[in-house]
């Protein structure tokens, strides 16, 4: 969809059919607008295979009341085993259901069971080669695979890094300057043929003055929420804030002032309110800073 554009022309952006997504292909989406840096790192085949065993028991076996499922640490490296903790009195007792361990690779074997080729609990009897692949499948998705939400989480950092606009409280749909679109559509033809839909439409900032008005509340929301937080972190720090947290904070009041500036250019609005709060807070900042030195 398109409308009218001039030279305060931005884009919207929005999402829909976000499903999990190879890691390898979230990456080269990422490393090709330069925002790689936010793509989170593999886990361990150690800590897949302990988070994929306690999924699995919680799925397969289910609660029952006083008797929590647990996945313990073994003497062995990345090993671990599933138990049923048995609560009593005065001590309680585990319940063995099957341990398991896992290579460097990612591929697992099942070490023991607590029947014959065969893991019973509440009701329930699995057999260990199912158990087996139903688990290891579990680690491949730790693995290799990222969940939706982190596909979108990471698009979202780079759009902030970017100075882009959320327009509602769940970031689902923004504001992107004219000079992001094609970083957006560079990752949304990436991501395409994995069935996730990253939509775009151009709009006419100058054309559109309920927009504008949309637009500079959100931003208004996000600005001044920051420069309270700020403003909190400075009245809650006991015997003054340290060198580095002022920094922080410092550049976190100056990105908003450049944010400001950024958007007065879009729409042609004057926001000497915010730019007041802002310039307020980084002479608050000062002074934390100059205090600090004195000590």
Not at 60 to 69: C, E, M, S
Not at 85 to 94: I, P, V
Not at 147 to 152: C, F, H, I, L, S
Request: charged share 25%; aromatic share 8%.
């Amino acid at each position: 969809m398109n409308i009218m554009i001039d030279e305060k022309s931005g884009g919207m952006a929005f999402w829909s059919g976000i499903t999990d997504v190879p890691r390898d292909t979230v990456h080269a989406a990422a490393a090709a607008i330069g925002i790689e840096k936010y793509v989170p790192e593999a886990p361990p085949a150690s800590t897949a295979l302990y988070e994929s065993m306690e999924k699995y028991i919680a799925e397969r076996f289910g609660k029952v009341k006083h008797q929590p499922l647990r996945v313990l640490r073994t003497q062995q490296p990345r090993t671990f085993e599933a138990v049923r903790c048995l609560r009593g009195d005065d001590k309680n007792e585990h319940k063995f259901l099957f341990s398991a361990t896992v290579q460097d690779d990612g591929s697992i074997s099942v070490l023991a069971t607590n029947g014959l080729h065969e893991v019973r609990d509440n009701g329930c009897a699995v057999s260990e080669y199912v158990m087996h692949n139903d688990v290891q499948e579990l680690v491949r998705k730790q693995l290799t695979i990222l969940p939706g939400p982190y596909v979108t989480g990471i698009l979202c950092k780079g759009l902030k890094r970017w100075g882009c606009q959320a327009l509602n409280d769940r970031g689902g749909l923004w504001f992107l300057p004219q000079e992001v679109v094609p970083l957006y559509r560079t990752w949304a033809e990436h991501l395409y043929p994995t069935g996730c839909r990253f939509t775009h439409c151009e709009v006419t900032v100058s054309h559109n003055p309920e927009f504008v008005e949309h637009l500079l509340d959100n931003l208004r929301e996000e600005v001044v929420q920051g420069l309270n937080d700020i403003t909190n972190d400075m009245l809650n720090a006991e015997g003054g804030m340290q060198d580095r947290s002022i920094r922080i904070r410092l550049t976190k009041a100056e990105s908003f002032l450049a944010k400001i500036a950024k958007y007065e250019g879009i729409t042609g609005v004057t926001l000497d309110d915010l730019r007041t709060v802002a310039e307020q807070t980084k002479q608050a900042l000062a002074v934390q800073k100059m205090l600090a030195s004195s000590l």
